[in-house]
């Protein structure tokens, strides 16, 4: 593991979109995991600007999204589709038909699982895997306890998760109950992890990994 220190978000997240467009750049075939909510926006900023002045190329590159909320759909502004969309994909004019994302609204949740994780394998897993941080400790939606043989599932969300992800809704009534995720071995199958964590909140989460990790 390599520990990056960043002076502030802004920093980290130049240092971020450095990393990622750098494999982007230098490949001409890359499979990218990506993440929603606060963290990575303003790393997809710096893509969206890059795009703008250099013309960066997304043909060759394909996005597998981590996670996304069970029962509301792609127009949902809630949604992780439209969060995708509105953040960076539209922005960098990425093939529509190379970004997935799981299917909230899918009939048969197990089966959406298990096709995601069919897809993942069959685009040959994931080369960079870009990841937040939840204050209680989770990846993905993959809640504290999570055993980490998983691979994509639905989980139930904890009330800390739901509670810390009420700014985005309403109400805490409006936060879904469930959500569709990569699991923690899906995950930890990717080639190469970026981890992004910011903020006093995720403090207590990030020096139990770094404890763990000498362990
Ligand atoms: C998002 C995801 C979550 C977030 C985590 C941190 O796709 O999988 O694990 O990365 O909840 O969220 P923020 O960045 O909003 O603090």
Avoid at 61 to 74: A, H, K, M, R, S
């Amino acid at each position: 593991m390599r520990l990056i220190t960043a002076t502030n978000y802004t920093d980290m997240s130049k240092l971020a979109a450095e990393i990622i467009l750098k494999r982007i750049k230098e490949t001409n075939k890359v499979t990218l995991g990506l993440a929603t909510g606060s963290t990575p926006i303003e790393t997809y900023k710096y893509m969206i600007e890059d795009y703008q002045q250099n013309k960066t190329d997304y043909h060759h590159v394909t996005t597998f999204n981590l996670d996304e909320y069970v029962g509301i759909g792609p127009t949902d502004p809630n949604s992780y589709y439209y969060f995708m969309q509105t953040k960076l994909f539209n922005a960098i004019h990425i093939p529509e038909q190379q970004t997935h994302i799981p299917n909230g609204l899918a009939k048969d949740l197990r089966q959406e699982c298990i096709a995601y994780e069919e897809k993942i394998k069959n685009h040959g897993g994931i080369d960079l895997q870009v990841l937040g941080l939840g204050s209680n400790g989770h990846i993905g939606f993959n809640e504290p306890g999570t055993k980490f043989d998983t691979r994509t599932h639905v989980e139930q969300l904890t009330e800390t998760t739901r509670r810390a992800n009420a700014r985005f809704f309403n109400t805490l009534e409006e936060v879904p109950t469930h959500a569709i995720t990569m699991g923690i071995d899906t995950i930890l199958q990717s080639d190469e992890i970026l981890l992004l964590v910011s903020g006093e909140e995720k403090s207590a989460a990030l020096t139990q990994l770094l404890e763990s990790k000498k362990k």
